[in-house]
């Protein structure tokens, strides 16, 4: 998997429930969001756990011994070099670039892309479809996702302010961290001295990384008007359906070409 955000991670928790090994590439200094239900947060701890299922980063050359140990391989590899030496079956791009930032069919048996930017049966075998509505994680065969509309999904009857944005360029320092219920008007992170304010009462469900380096409106947090701090540590319900058409996709798009009779898909023979 190209990516290991929070839409990355659910595809992995669908994955590896159904019997796959994961194997994530990321950037040295991951910009996930809701890095509490994101594997991206263990290229910053060593180590993370989400939902019971965990993550350890390691060397390029250390993947192996990582899938071995049954747990979520993630490594520093922004170009993704990787897919040369572990000859994958599947391929999911979830890097979430809004456009095809190199992935190509040639790369695995099945290849997948997330969101706009892939057409499905060109450069990919299929597309989920990420937009919050109706037609969310939807698998398409044919054609692309809907385009970025630049618009937040709705979430407890908020969109737009419910995202943090960066008022400047400069370094992100945390006053709060995620889990906080806080209130409307609450100093959350500032960046270059500017500070960055809740919009409303709620709790704070993403920040980035502190001390990562960020250019003016870049989003660098997520306030959840619900306020339920036991959200933070459960992957959305975006993630989630997500995640199961990217494994309806992978187990599909399998069975057509024959890869399943031979167990190609399902290493442990499941």
Not at 34 to 47: D, K
Not at 77 to 97: F, I, T
Not at 105 to 119: A, D
Request: overall charge neutral; aromatic content about 2%; some cysteine.
């Amino acid at each position: 998997m190209k990516g290991a955000g929070d839409l990355a991670t659910g595809a992995a928790l669908s994955l590896c429930r159904a019997g796959f090994r994961v194997l994530m590439t990321e950037l040295a200094e991951p910009i996930a969001i809701r890095l509490s239900v994101s594997f991206a947060q263990a290229i910053y701890a060593g180590s993370h756990v989400v939902e019971g299922i965990g993550a350890e980063r390691c060397a390029r050359d250390g993947w192996e011994a990582v899938l071995a140990a049954g747990a979520v391989a993630v490594v520093v590899d922004p170009e993704a070099r990787v897919l040369n030496e572990c000859s994958p079956v599947v391929v999911v791009d979830a890097v979430m670039a809004k456009r095809n930032t190199g992935t190509a069919r040639r790369e695995g048996s099945v290849v997948i892309g997330l969101g706009p930017g892939f057409s499905a049966g060109d450069d990919v075998d299929a597309v989920v479809e990420t937009m919050r509505g109706h037609e969310l994680g939807r698998v398409v065969r044919k054609g692309s996702a809907r385009q970025n509309t630049g618009i937040p999904g709705e979430v407890g009857g908020r969109t737009a302010d419910r995202v943090l944005r960066a008022p400047a360029d400069g370094r992100v320092i945390h006053e709060r961290r995620i889990g906080d219920v806080v209130e409307e008007g609450a100093v959350v992170a500032r960046v270059g001295g500017a500070a960055v304010r809740a919009a409303f009462d709620g709790c704070v469900r993403g920040l980035i990384h502190e001390g990562i380096e960020v250019t003016r409106g870049m989003k660098i947090g997520d306030v959840d008007p619900r306020a339920d701090a036991r959200f933070v540590d459960i992957v959305s319900d975006k993630a989630r359906a997500v995640g199961r058409a990217v494994l309806e996709a992978a187990l599909e798009i399998g069975r057509e070409r024959g890869l399943l009779s031979v167990g190609a898909l399902n290493p442990e023979g499941l």
